[in-house]
């Protein structure tokens, strides 16, 4: 069965780091690729990054580029989001997905993943 779950989220002032993880089960990561998405109240949830496996494609949304880094520890079976100089619109509900491939398909798209964490929950605030 496969199961995603995120951890690591919390209060952050405006250009501060957190580091979110996210354990999975059922799969292991270097099958599947794995992204991380996140929503903020009233909007939809956007892709933020995806790491690939086999080429290793990493993906990140132009807002994060330079500031977050996606990474994994496969014997860990897990995917962390290094996320620095946070601003207020980085905010929201983190999730981390899969679509049970081995590459992230371009553009992203949250419609596209089969499986999901509960989230966790980033706050950019001083």
């Known amino acids: 069965q496969v199961q995603l779950v995120e951890s690591g989220g919390g209060l952050v002032q405006p250009g501060g780091s957190l580091r979110l993880k996210c354990t999975v089960s059922?799969?292991?990561?270097?099958?599947?690729?794995v992204a991380w998405f996140r929503q903020a109240p009233g909007k939809e949830r956007e892709g933020v990054s995806c790491?690939?496996?086999?080429?290793?494609?990493?993906y990140y949304q132009e807002s994060v580029k330079g500031r977050f880094t996606i990474s994994r520890d496969n014997a860990k079976r897990t995917v962390y989001l290094q996320m620095n100089d946070l601003k207020g619109e980085d905010a929201g509900t983190y999730y981390c997905?899969?679509?049970?491939?081995?590459?992230?398909?371009?553009?992203?798209?949250?419609?596209?993943?089969?499986?999901w964490g509960p989230g966790t929950v980033v706050t950019v605030s001083s």
């Open positions: 997905g899969t679509e049970a491939l081995r590459i992230c398909r371009r553009g992203l798209r949250a419609a596209n993943v089969d499986y």
């Open positions: 059922g799969f292991t990561t270097d099958q599947y690729a």
């Open positions: 790491l690939g496996t086999g080429d290793g494609t990493i």
